[in-house]
């Protein structure tokens, strides 16, 4: 399958770089892995408001209703040249499917962030956001932003990669020849991936890309832009998944034999019970799509969400 690349902004020292307060990168197995199939926009905002490497501690600490950033050793204040970089640049960014933040750091934490109640950093307030991390989540509201912590987690994992490579996905439908017939073809294509995900949004955006009049081509992708987006926020239950599989299975029931089915079954019963991965499933019902020529089911993002190989990690 030909999968499109995504975007992802990801923090600096995750991608290798020697910025870290002591000089030194981060190496993560899974991020080194998914850049080789992505395009990566690296940023490291301590950097760019002009801290160098190395550089004294930073924290965040909470006063008067506000989230400040103070470099004790020094006294400086720096929390309004962190609002100003994060606002320029997250303003120029450009198109972007994702993002990939340093956990627990006082700019670019998406959560575990020590916030302190006093800027010597020795009276302890609660864990929250770095100030980087806390525009981007305001900003963009609907694009995945993980941490490299968060991303061990096998299914907090799989719902970025399904997030990041549909929404990469959406961009590279709509940015090439704008026709209705691509969006209905990619409409179809995620036929029962929006059905695991959100079945009132999968009939929402059907009814957006039926409701196409001639002429009127970028406000349905508008229209349809904001709802796939929305359509991905929850991760889709066990429940969800087993009825789309039971979707997908129907395909095959008058072609398989007793045994097949009922071997099938039982699979489904022990993903219930937490016994096997749901991919032991998604292989099985791929095998026979292959098998039985089912072109249609071949096509579906269900079965192929993402690029085979970030399944290893
Ligand atoms: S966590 Fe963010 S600010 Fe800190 S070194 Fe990494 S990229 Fe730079």
């Given amino acids: 399958m030909n999968f499109a690349t995504p975007t992802i902004c990801i923090s600096a020292c995750l991608a ?3 910025v870290r307060y002591d000089g030194q ?3 993560d197995d899974f991020v080194k892995l998914l850049l080789t199939f992505s395009n990566a926009v690296n940023v490291c905002p301590e950097l760019a408001i002009g ?5 004294a501690r930073i924290l965040v600490y909470y006063h008067s209703s506000e989230f ?5 050793a020094t006294g400086l204040d720096i929390t309004q040249q962190m609002k100003e970089f994060s606002d320029w640049f997250l303003s120029a960014i450009g198109a972007i499917d994702g993002f ?7 700019s670019c934490g998406i959560s575990g962030t020590k916030i ?3 800027s010597t ?17 305001e900003r963009f509201e609907h ?4 941490d490299e912590g968060k991303l061990r987690d096998e299914s907090i994992r799989e719902h970025f990669l399904v997030r990041v490579f549909s929404f990469a996905d959406l961009r590279r439908t709509i940015s090439q020849q704008k026709t209705i017939g691509d969006l209905i073809e990619f409409h179809q294509n995620y036929k029962y991936l929006l059905m695991t995900y959100n079945q009132h949004k999968l009939r929402q955006l059907g009814k957006i890309v039926a409701s196409y009049q001639k002429g009127e081509i970028d406000s349905v992708i508008r229209e349809y832009t904001a709802a796939f987006y929305s359509a991905f926020k929850k991760k889709p239950s066990p429940k969800n998944h087993i009825n789309t599989i039971l979707h997908i299975f129907g395909y095959f029931s008058k072609s398989l034999t007793a045994d097949e089915k009922n071997h099938f079954l039982h699979l489904i019963e022990q993903y219930q019970e937490s016994k096997i991965r749901r991919k032991v499933l998604i292989d099985l019902l791929r095998n026979w799509a292959h098998r039985f020529g089912n072109s249609y089911l071949l096509s579906q993002k269900y079965l192929n969400p993402y690029p085979e190989e970030l399944h290893t990690l």
Avoid: C, N, W
């Fill in 143 to 146: 694009i995945p932003a993980e």
């Fill in 121 to 137: 950093g020795t009276i302890f307030h609660s864990r929250g956001k770095g100030l980087f991390a806390m525009r981007v989540l």
């Fill in 68 to 72: 400040r950033l103070f470099q004790p």
């Fill in 25 to 27: 990168a981060i190496h």
């Fill in 51 to 55: 801290l160098g490497v190395p550089r």
């Fill in 100 to 106: 990939i933040l340093k956990a627990k750091s006082p």
């Fill in 116 to 118: 302190y109640k006093d």
């Fill in 16 to 18: 290798g770089e020697q």
